[in-house]
């Protein structure tokens, strides 16, 4: 849990991984702010669609975009963004090119703007 100099709150961080996730980084991240107020944020996923190592595929892996929901709806929202993921890895495997939308979310290579 970090405080936000930006927001009225806590920027509370999670993270999880499958069994037998081989990588240090983890499989999927989330976040959201917890306001002073006992307000919560919508929750923001993160995950890239990739078997490979995170980390070392930062720009080449297609990552979840937009992606958030209630708190209430977190435990359906991450089973969802997973099965998603694997059907992003296989249509990729299959020859399609990227973006991908999976009917619910796009999946897109990392944007990196030059200042």
């Not at 806590?10 to 999880?16: D, E, M, N, P, S």
């Not at 980390?55 to 998603?84: F, R």
Request: hydrophobic fraction near 45%.
């Amino acid at each position: 849990m970090l405080k936000s100099t930006e927001a009225e709150g806590r920027i509370v961080l999670g993270a999880g991984s499958p069994a037998g996730w081989p990588h240090d980084l983890p499989a999927i991240e989330l976040w959201a702010v917890v306001g002073f107020d006992g307000a919560v944020s919508d929750v923001e996923i993160r995950c890239a669609a990739t078997d490979g190592d995170p980390l070392m595929k930062v720009y080449n892996a297609l990552n979840v975009q937009q992606c958030k929901c209630q708190l209430a709806d977190l435990p359906v929202t991450l089973k969802e963004v997973w099965i998603a993921r694997r059907e992003v890895i296989a249509r990729l495997k299959a020859g399609e090119s990227p973006p991908i939308f999976d009917g619910k979310w796009n999946w897109a290579r990392v944007q990196m703007d030059l200042l």
